[in-house]
């Protein structure tokens, strides 16, 4: 499976994003999937996950109540939209893809396939 993502940009502070994944020679079938983060000088960090059915998603607390992560019917793509930005958000943004476990879930290991990132950028 490849992954593709796309839909960074440059917004201000409040703004929105909507950040996609596409799944390219394959699908993400019923793997898990996730959105992480790395920041300027920072290690990467989970974002957004949802499971294998799509059925149930998790966040970081730091976006709780700001992000969605969702999947399509057909399971090719995720998205990850993201509301009410703030600075702190600024990164590049991975997703990926594997046959993590929700316990294991927020760990970059759990999973085997990540797109290439795309950059998110904040103003304040």
């Known amino acids: 499976v490849q992954l593709q993502a796309s839909g960074g940009g440059l917004v201000q502070a409040g703004g929105s994003l909507r950040l996609s994944c596409a799944a390219t020679e394959g699908t993400f079938g019923n793997y898990r999937a996730g959105w992480f983060r790395q920041p300027p000088g920072k290690e990467r960090e989970f974002v957004a996950g949802i499971s294998g059915s799509g059925g149930s998603t998790n966040y970081a607390d730091a976006v709780k109540g700001r992000f969605t992560m969702s999947r399509d019917s057909s399971r090719s793509t995720v998205y990850l939209q993201m509301n009410s930005l703030k600075p702190e958000d600024t990164a590049v943004y991975y997703c990926?893809?594997?046959?993590?476990?929700?316990?294991?879930?927020?760990?970059?290991?759990?999973?085997?396939?990540w797109g290439q990132g795309t950059q998110v950028t904040v103003s304040s």
């Open positions: 990926a893809a594997g046959r993590a476990i929700l316990s294991s879930a927020r760990n970059t290991g759990a999973y085997t396939y």
